[in-house]
């Protein structure tokens, strides 16, 4: 994103409010690799927001109120014009680096008739998948992911927002994962943990807080990131809610809010199973994780995990600690 070269050192201050039922109040804003950085006066992130998935909600007025969600009620205002005109700029660089639906639409036209021609019916339905999962570019599939986890949290509440345990969270999906995506804990549900396109990873509160080990903590983590080894989570998506999904996204570039709802509401009453032991042992070594801790935790007998606890990578090894007792407490502590 050229666009954000310009602003890399552009602050100014906003009232933010994470909620409806919230207070605004006084934060300083300013722009990050591919965000909008919300921070209190000390300079403690209290959010980032995708820019790809910001949104203003009423343009060409004065003051400035963007939201990363229509839906999530989050939003904040902002009086600064420089501020301003810049998230504008930097808004329309995004949209401009998408592509158009007219491409869209020649590549979804050229794969219709393509199948027509080959193996018909049976086979257009996984050709239109495959074709989606190499055109929707990242931007895309962040700004997907946005709106899925606010439909997930009308059914499991907001997501948690403590800030040190904030803080601690993402360094232990930094440390786990990698630098890309994030982590984000729920107050209640989904049974297993959701990873959702654009590399959201949906934790439950219950996930955090009834254990004792960050490992599992981390494990959970692990055993979501490595459903993309067995399926794209877009794909995924587009084979759960269909053909139309599919071509819809081809030929406008979006997919129906309500069909983003009723996956969403499936995703957190029936999530997919856990990957194959052969698919998880590989990551937990790879981050350098006893996969044991984990298999305990999702079943206390080990019988249906066994797989995990025999074959651990790590097991008997010294294993250095994923965090020190103080953001191990801030984490258990995120919810309020």
């Known amino acids: 994103m050229t666009a954000l070269k310009e602003y890399a050192r552009l602050e100014s201050t906003g009232l933010w409010r994470p909620d409806p039922e919230a207070q605004r109040r006084e934060v300083a804003i300013s722009f990050g690799d591919a965000t909008l950085v919300i921070a209190d006066s000390a300079g403690r992130p209290l959010a980032h927001w995708s820019l790809a998935a910001v949104e203003r909600e009423n343009p060409g007025q ?161 055993a979501a990131a490595a459903r993309r080894d067995v399926e794209d989570p877009l794909g995924a998506l587009l084979r759960t809610t269909g053909l139309r999904s599919t071509v819809t996204l081809l030929t406008t570039g979006d997919i129906p809010p309500q069909t983003l709802r009723a996956y969403a509401e499936a995703l957190v009453g029936d999530p997919p199973p856990r990957p194959a032991d052969a698919v998880l042992l590989p990551r937990f070594e790879a981050a350098g994780l006893p996969s044991t801790p984990y298999a305990y935790a999702i079943d206390v007998t080990g019988e249906t995990t066994l797989g995990l606890i025999e074959a651990d990578p790590l097991a008997g090894a010294e294993t250095p600690p994923l965090m020190n007792d103080g953001d191990w407490i801030s984490l258990q502590g995120i919810c309020p």
């Open 62 to 222: 004065r003051p400035a109120l963007f939201t990363p969600d229509p839906d999530a009620g989050e939003d904040i205002e902002i009086a600064d014009d420089t501020m301003i005109d810049a998230i504008e700029k930097v808004r329309r660089a995004i949209a401009r680096s998408r592509p158009r639906p007219g491409r869209l639409r020649a590549l979804s036209v050229a794969a219709v008739l393509g199948g027509i021609l080959a193996l018909g019916v049976l086979w257009l339905p996984g050709a239109l998948r495959d074709q989606a999962e190499r055109v929707v570019p990242a931007a895309k599939r962040a700004e997907i992911g946005g709106v899925l986890l606010g439909h997930v949290q009308r059914l499991t509440g907001q997501t948690c927002r403590g800030r040190l345990g904030t803080q601690a969270l993402g360094a232990l999906h930094e440390k786990v994962i990698g630098p890309d995506g994030t982590t984000v804990v729920v107050p209640s549900g989904p049974q297993s943990a959701l990873y959702l396109p654009g590399g959201i990873i949906v934790l439950s509160r219950a996930m955090v807080e009834d254990t004792e080990d960050p490992a599992v903590v981390a494990g959970h983590m692990i």
